[in-house]
C-alpha cells in the first residue's frame, strides 16, 4: 500500500496565506500525494505550483457550511475548473437533507456534475451532523447524482471522519462511487484504518508526517 497515493495533502483554514499554500504544493510533489485540496480562491494560484507534476488538484465548493444556492455553487465549481481544478469536493445542503427535501440535494449534486464535466466531483455529507439513516439517504442521493465520490467530512464541524460512518457509506455506494475520509486523521495508523474500511482517498494537512512515519 502506497499511502502518497491515497492523500489528499489539504490546507483550508481561513488563515492560510499564499506562502502557506505554495509550501502546500511543493509537499504534494516532493512526496508524491494525489492531489492537494484548496479553499476556490486559490485554485490559479495552486496551479502554477503543479503544473509539471501529476498531482491534482480540488476546490472546495460551498464550503464549510454547504448553506449557499445552486446556483453559487454551480459558478464557484465552473470557476475553479476554468482556473484549473481537477476535482471539486462540494458541500451539500445540509439543512435541505435534514429537511427531507431530497428533490433539492439531488438536483444540486447533479447541477454541480453537469457544469463541471467529466472533473471528479466530490459530495461531502458532513457526517458528524448526521444519524446513520441520514448518512444511508445522502450516499444514496449522491450515487444517483453521478458523483464520483462521497466524502465524510470538511474538518470544520464537531467532529471529523469516523470508521463506522466509513463503513455505513461503503455498504451503500458499493462499487457505484468512491470514498474520501477526511477530518482528524492525522498519523498513519489512523489512515490505514480508513483505508482499510473503505476509503479510497484521505484528507488530511498531516500527509507529510503520516508518510514520513
Known amino acids: 500500500m502506497k499511502l502518497n497515493k491515497y492523500i489528499d495533502h489539504t490546507l483550508l483554514k481561513a488563515t492560510a496565506t499564499k506562502a502557506e499554500i505554495q509550501n502546500l504544493c511543493k509537499e504534494a510533489v516532493k512526496n508524491d500525494f494525489y492531489a492537494v485540496c484548496v479553499n476556490s480562491c486559490f485554485v490559479g494560484y495552486a496551479k502554477q505550483y503543479l503544473e509539471d507534476s501529476d ?3 480540488a476546490a472546495v465548493i460551498g464550503f464549510p457550511l454547504g448553506a449557499i444556492d445552486v446556483e453559487s455553487k454551480v ?3 465552473k470557476k475553479a475548473v476554468d482556473l484549473g481544478a481537477d476535482e471539486i469536493d462540494m458541500v451539500l445542503n445540509i439543512g435541505f437533507l435534514k429537511s427531507c427535501d431530497y428533490l433539492y440535494v439531488r438536483n444540486e449534486i447533479e ?6 464535466g467529466n472533473r471528479v466531483l ?3 455529507l458532513e457526517t458528524c451532523y448526521l444519524t446513520d439513516e441520514e448518512i444511508i439517504v445522502a450516499s444514496q442521493l ?3 447524482a453521478n458523483a ?8 470544520f464541524g464537531i467532529h ?4 463506522q460512518d ?3 457509506m461503503k455498504e451503500v455506494v458499493c462499487d457505484f462511487a468512491k470514498i474520501k475520509a477526511s477530518g482528524g486523521i492525522r498519523n498513519k495508523e489512523t489512515a490505514e484504518l480508513f483505508i482499510a474500511a473503505g476509503a479510497d482517498r484521505i484528507g488530511t494537512s498531516s500527509g507529510v508526517a503520516i508518510v514520513t512515519e
Open 55 to 57: 498531482v491534482k488538484l
Open 142 to 144: 449522491a450515487i444517483n
Open 148 to 155: 464520483d465520490y462521497v466524502k465524510t467530512s470538511t474538518g
Open 160 to 163: 471529523g471522519a469516523e470508521l
Open 166 to 168: 466509513v463503513q455505513l
Open 111 to 116: 447541477q454541480v456534475k453537469k457544469a463541471i
Open 122 to 124: 466530490k459530495v461531502i
Open 75 to 77: 459558478y464557484e465549481a
